[in-house]
């Protein structure tokens, strides 16, 4: 009996070199479809760009939503800027972020169009946004410093938990809610992006812990993660919700711990000083208020900490006092400590603030006729002489 | 969306009839045949299954790997593509997509290693498999979050509070069922359920429950007032039939005898009080349908895969490669 190849007239990787050829000979190309208008941002994922559709025909069906017929194209690395598509092929965020947004359709949720695969790169296009969360604060806080109207964030918490529904009834974890990661439309419809910290949580085949290390941006991470919990649920992600909620509100991040960084061994550092920020502000935790503290692995560590009281009423009147009442309760309920009665994205939705004025809208920028300084977008090549870093802190 | 199979890009886009999937194999069956080309899937599911087990991946893993490389081969033929490299990339996306990601190295090493015992060069470096994990990204349509039989299998045990030893015979047969491509035809729930209608069948002497009445009353719940839980009478029948080889109600290709030698054989065994009739088939809706389709594709498998030989498999595929050349396809 010959072996296999044994009169073959094709090795398997001359196919391989056959099978390139033809794949490549069916694909268009992006600039067939799309115009590149330039460079929006960078880093170690690879860069954004800026798109427009070179058939503008569909767009006068949907003049009403201008940013339609604009998209964003976020292009990952390929193989000639780095040696880790060969040893490593497709990023697991790459591959977090494309498989979860091929699923995901919600109003709320960054919208994914196609992927395309050019010149050894993947490129998700998507629509584009004018806007973010944290261009937005800034822009309150260094230029117009005035508060955001309550309308505005009240429109913007609301859809941001809308989305986080619809993310958590289906079992995904976003794991990076940041400013930086809120998109927002030119009429204020909030799309929930950066999807390649996120994961399905429904019957991992592991403990969450053991596939990332850590997770979410050191100031909007949850206590139970600072404390080194091994499972952790939705829970997370609301307290970043919460965090973003103040935020909005007093338009400076509520916890602004200093992140302790990685050791060269690779061990989780204790991030000693984030908790500190978070213990002035909501007090040190007690067992009462959190009564499987004990389990944590970091729990120990708590001996260290000063005891401080509950100042959030204390810090709410001082940089939210255009805020009603109601507002301190929602914010109170995603700002409890303990992960279990933490008030969960659906309950949040339906919270009192919700019911009272004013009202959440759908396009609060629309209709309170409010703009802010358009997303700057750069010349396609400018990238290249300075390309920003992606901290974990914006 | 993740949670629900109903809205799912399995249902909606990656679920196909029979007929299209016979049509998207055409090229390929016209090289070889139809019972050739279905041998190559059971000996390339099985070649994902080895190096799994090597690196002891858990089977949804496995499960994922193998509904790639089976997507992957509906846009393409085993005659213009080497599906060894093809089944190792899938196994490598596979374990990113489930969240238990594996270095390149180690699939590579194992992918090697399960070739080489199978006497077949696998003659790759590790960016060829980085690379072409792309290209199959890309023929999956960038589409790969798979929802599988095996969560409906542990919730209807956990709900009928069944038997553990009758799980661990179902779970088999789901594992096995990857080895046919009901994966690309049903839902997963429909095949989590023909898995434990065969186990029931197989063990209805040792189990306490009363099964045939729960299928019958699921049948009549899902097709309104249709069917009596015929197919179940019509199981055992198709493995009578079988054992018999009297009416060869499946494949036409494959010898009946063997049937023995395999894992099927239980089911000579299985406990058959029922009255046959073939009436019962004219009677059973879409869903009991469905239900019989699996269960055949099921049996079917592993009788073709009893009378396997796998060198003869790889001559096939040889043939396939070089009739492909030879007719200027490749």
């Given at each position: 009996?010959?072996?296999r ?390 | ?9 399995q249902?909606?886009?990656w679920?196909l009839?029979?007929?299209?999937l016979?049509?998207k194999r055409?090229?390929d069956?016209?090289?070889a045949?139809a019972l050739e080309v279905t041998q190559l899937h059971i000996y390339f599911a099985n070649f994902i299954h080895s190096i799994g087990k090597k690196l002891?991946l858990r089977q949804e893993i496995v499960a994922s790997a193998i509904v790639f490389f089976k997507r992957f081969y509906i846009?393409n033929g085993f005659?213009?593509t080497d599906p060894f490299l093809t089944a190792a990339t899938c196994l490598y996306l596979a374990c990113?997509v489930e ?8 699939i590579?090493?194992e992918s090697?290693?399960v070739a080489?015992a199978a006497?077949v060069?696998f ?13 199959l990204?890309?023929e999956l ?5 798979v929802?599988q039989p095996y ?20 779970w088999f047969l789901v594992n096995d069922s990857y080895r046919t491509d009901v994966a690309l035809l049903y839902?997963p729930?429909?095949i989590?359920?023909a898995a ?55 494949m036409?290709?494959a ?7 395999t894992r099927a ?29 699996i269960?055949q594709d099921i049996l079917t498998m592993y009788e073709i895969w009893s009378s396997f030989d796998d060198r003869k498999v790889l001559?096939s595929l040889?043939?396939l ?10």
């Open positions: 009996m010959g072996k190849g044994e009169g073959r007239t094709e090795a398997p990787e001359n196919m391989l070199q056959a099978y390139r050829k033809r794949r490549e000979k069916r694909r268009s190309r992006i600039r067939d479809k799309y115009e590149i208008l330039g460079f929006i941002s960078s880093g170690t994922y690879g860069r954004v760009y800026k798109a427009r559709s070179r058939n503008r025909q569909v767009s006068a069906k949907r003049q009403y939503d201008e940013d339609k017929e604009e998209y964003a194209i976020k292009q990952f690395k390929s193989e000639k800027e780095g040696a880790t598509i060969m040893t490593t092929g497709i990023s697991q965020s790459a591959c977090r972020e494309i498989s979860l947004c091929r699923e995901l359709q919600h109003d709320n949720i960054v919208n994914l169009l196609e992927v395309r695969l050019e010149d050894k790169a993947l490129n998700m296009i998507m629509g584009y946004t004018e806007y973010d969360l944290l261009q937005i604060t800034h822009h309150h806080m260094q230029h117009l410093r005035a508060p955001i109207p309550e309308f505005i964030v009240k429109s913007f918490l609301w859809q941001l938990l809308n989305g986080m529904v619809y993310l958590h009834a289906n079992w995904v974890l976003h794991r990076d809610l940041k400013p930086a990661n809120i998109l927002i439309t030119a009429e204020g419809v909030i799309k929930v992006g950066d999807l390649g910290l996120a994961r399905i949580f429904r019957r991992p085949l592991q403990p969450l812990y053991n596939g990332d290390k850590v997770v979410v941006t050191v100031w909007y991470r949850a206590p139970e993660l600072l404390l080194g919990a091994r499972h952790y649920t939705k829970a997370i992600d609301v307290w970043a919700i919460g965090c973003i909620f103040a935020e909005m509100m007093a338009l400076r991040p509520i916890f602004k711990g200093e992140e302790a960084k990685m050791d060269p061994k690779k061990t989780v550092p204790f991030q000693q000083n984030q908790l500190t920020k978070i213990f002035e502000i909501m007090g040190t935790p007690t067992q009462e208020r959190w009564p499987k503290i004990t389990y944590l692995p970091d729990y120990p560590h708590l001996s260290q900490f000063r005891t401080y009281p509950n100042n959030l009423r204390q810090w709410f009147y001082k940089y939210c006092s255009k805020f009603s009442d109601t507002a301190f309760q929602l914010l109170s309920a995603m700002l409890e400590y303990d992960p279990e009665r933490r008030i969960t994205a659906e309950e949040a939705l339906n919270h009192p603030y919700f019911q009272e004025d004013p009202k959440p809208a759908l396009k609060p920028l629309l209709i309170q006729n409010v703009s802010y300084p358009k997303r700057r977008i750069a010349p396609e090549d400018s990238h290249r002489e300075h390309v920003p870093h992606r901290g974990t802190k914006h | 969306m993740s949670a629900s199979y109903w809205d799912s890009s249902r909606n886009r679920t009839t029979r007929a299209q016979l049509d055409q090229e069956i016209r090289l045949n002891r846009t005659y213009h990113k969240e238990l990601p594996h270095h390149l190295k180690v590579f090493t090697q290693a080489m006497k060069p003659s790759y470096e590790y960016c060829d498999i980085a690379e072409f994990e792309c290209y990204m890309e349509d960038f589409y790969v979050i929802h969560p409906t299998l542990s919730r209807v045990f956990e709900d009928l509070e069944l038997e553990r030893s009758c799980l661990q015979t179902a839902p729930h429909m989590a359920l434990l209608y065969i186990t029931c069948v197989l063990n209805q002497a040792s189990m306490t429950r009363d099964m045939k009445g729960w299928f019958a009353k699921l049948n009549i719940d899902m097709v309104m007032g249709r069917g009596n839980g015929c197919l179940w009478n019509l199981c055992p029948l198709m493995i009578i039939s079988h054992a018999l080889g009297s009416i060869n109600l499946l036409a290709t010898p009946v005898s063997k049937i023995a030698n054989s239980s089911f000579t065994r299985a406990n058959t009080p029922f009255v046959y009739s073939w009436g019962a088939l004219a009677d059973a809706a879409g869903f009991s349908l469905k239900l019989l389709d269960v001559q040889d043939k490669h070089k009739a492909a050349k030879e007719a200027n396809l490749v």
